[in-house]
């Protein structure tokens, strides 16, 4: 671990295992190297430090499916309900269920190293930045946006390694090493799920109270208070906070609107878009080709897009109104000649459209966040508040819902559902509204809902796995073999079972 004093753009510190190591992925390109303490001298390089972590979240690694955030929300998304492939396919193996419990797997492997890298860069950048000459509201900006990083990066950690966290208990059970400090250690052991969610909350505030009055971010690529609010209400709704979730989810919207009908078929690839919050957006000369999320879910010429288009279940497909705008988003019979194809790509039944490419390579805007996450998180926490007893915030939650749905469908008339009715209106609702975008298996584990993907298009011979049990070890991912190896304060005993 000796080069951890050096930052590596646009990666900090390219590690393969956390903690104490026994190797490192290094770029040998000697132009991306620079000491953290030029990095600091000023905010204009510690900038340029923090556009290295968001370069990082869409930039290649090592497999092709190891594109970024992108890759990430395909994982996420293949081990839920409403993902369906058309063939069968070596690639995302996930799917079946059973890729993710071998400690070697390559994907186990990129997910921890992917979010800890991110964590170390912006330790680097926390630790870094009070020190920096330069303005005192670009400071804020960047170390606010830093610690919204960290938050974010062991959220996104602890919901896929460690147990759900479930409301009304201590949660003990093992989450991930927890890492706030960019100082040398040993190896940090596994924290409880608790303290995870506790440090997660910590930084979230303290990115928030920064964040307010900071400088006005470059562009949304950039974090700044209306995300670090939603990313709040992300980790409120998954920890049961109802009030928290559905506070901070109303208070990330104002700037924002709803896109039009017109904007909501136009491929999912810019972020011009009016609803958009967060996203990292690419250009034409930056195409990371065959490794990029709209290679394996666009119209770019790849094998993934050629032979498999991506597909709805066809049992979520059938809960879409006709006059709503995103039943135009895949083609039931398959014929469709008005959904894109690359050439020589084949055609599948409930193919989708809703990611297209933004030119003729594999480039595209991945998204981030958007506003109607909020509206949904609103109404789900409400309608949760209702079930619990607070039987007054049922109509709370019909109205956030019906600014979301009406603006999809302009025939969608204000839901009388209440209590347990309305909250699966509501998910319902969210599984379309967020296809596609890495929400479906940890939307499955925070509610401890079982994967269900009979009754509509999934097979046994695809998909390897129709239906799994809540609440087994296998929702929780494997440990890396190689940190297992390497910080002997996890070691074999820590291994998930």
């Known amino acids: 671990m000796k080069n951890l004093h050096k930052l590596y753009l646009p990666l900090g510190v390219l590690i393969l295992s956390f903690g104490s190591c026994k190797k490192e992925y290094l770029d040998a390109d000697p132009t991306n190297l620079v000491d953290t303490k030029a990095v600091f001298i000023t905010t204009s390089n510690a900038m340029s430090a923090l556009n290295g972590i968001h370069r990082s979240l869409y930039i290649q690694y090592s497999r092709q499916e190891e594109g970024g955030q992108g890759s990430v929300n395909?994982?996420?998304?293949?081990?839920?309900?409403?993902?369906?492939?058309?063939?069968?396919?070596?690639?995302?193996?996930?799917?079946?269920?059973?890729?993710h419990k071998n400690a070697t797997n390559g994907t186990n492997n990129y997910f921890y190293t992917f979010y800890y890298r991110i964590i170390e860069n912006a330790n680097m950048i926390i630790d870094g930045i009070d020190a920096a000459d330069g303005p005192e509201a670009t400071k804020k900006l960047i170390k606010g946006e830093a610690l919204a990083y960290r938050a974010w990066a062991h959220f996104v950690l602890v919901q896929t390694f460690g147990k759900r966290y479930d409301k009304g208990v201590a949660n003990t059970q093992a989450g991930i090493p927890i890492k706030i400090s960019s100082v040398l250690d040993a190896g940090l052991p596994r924290s409880s799920v608790e303290e995870v969610y506790k440090q997660i909350n910590a930084d979230l505030d303290a990115s928030i109270l920064l964040l307010t009055g900071a400088a006005a971010r470059p562009t949304k690529s950039h974090l700044d208070l209306s995300v670090a609010k939603g990313l709040k209400a992300r980790v409120a709704l998954t920890q049961g906070l109802w009030a928290v979730a559905a506070q901070n989810a109303a208070e990330a919207r104002p700037g924002y609107a709803l896109m039009s009908n017109a904007d909501y078929v136009k491929g999912f690839n810019s972020l011009s878009n009016s609803e958009w919050m967060w996203g990292?957006?690419?250009?034409?000369?930056?195409?990371?080709?065959?490794?990029?999320?709209?290679?394996?879910?666009?119209?770019?010429?790849?094998?993934?897009?050629?032979?498999?288009?991506?597909?709805?279940?066809?049992?979520?497909?059938?809960?879409?109104?006709?006059t709503d705008v995103r039943k135009g988003l895949w083609d039931p019979t398959g014929t469709n000649t008005a959904f894109p194809i690359p050439a020589q790509g084949i055609r599948s039944t409930y193919m989708q459209r809703k990611f297209t490419n933004a030119g003729t390579t594999s480039i595209g805007d991945v998204v981030n966040m958007r506003v109607a996450e909020m509206y949904l998180i609103e109404a789900e926490a409400k309608a949760h508040l209702a079930v619990e007893g607070n039987a007054g915030e049922n109509i709370n939650a019909q109205n956030a819902l019906f600014t979301l749905a009406k603006n999809r469908d302009a025939s969608y008339v204000l839901s009388t559902n209440t209590g347990a009715a309305l909250l699966n209106e509501i998910l319902i609702q969210r599984r379309v509204e967020l296809w596609g975008e890495g929400f479906g298996f940890f939307d499955l584990k925070r509610l401890n809902l079982p994967v269900d993907r009979t009754g509509g298009n999934a097979t046994l011979a695809i998909s390897g796995v129709l239906s799994v049990p809540a609440g087994g070890n296998e929702w929780q991912w494997s440990i890396p073999q190689a940190e297992i190896d390497a910080n002997k304060a996890i070691g074999p005993a820590g291994q998930n079972p």
């Open 74 to 99: 395909l994982n996420v998304d293949y081990m839920g309900n409403d993902l369906v492939n058309s063939v069968s396919t070596t690639a995302y193996n996930v799917y079946k269920w059973v890729s």
């Open 280 to 322: 990292s957006a690419q250009q034409e000369d930056q195409t990371t080709f065959f490794f990029s999320f709209f290679a394996y879910m666009g119209t770019y010429a790849s094998t993934a897009n050629r032979s498999n288009p991506k597909r709805i279940n066809s049992a979520l497909y059938t809960k879409i109104s006709a």
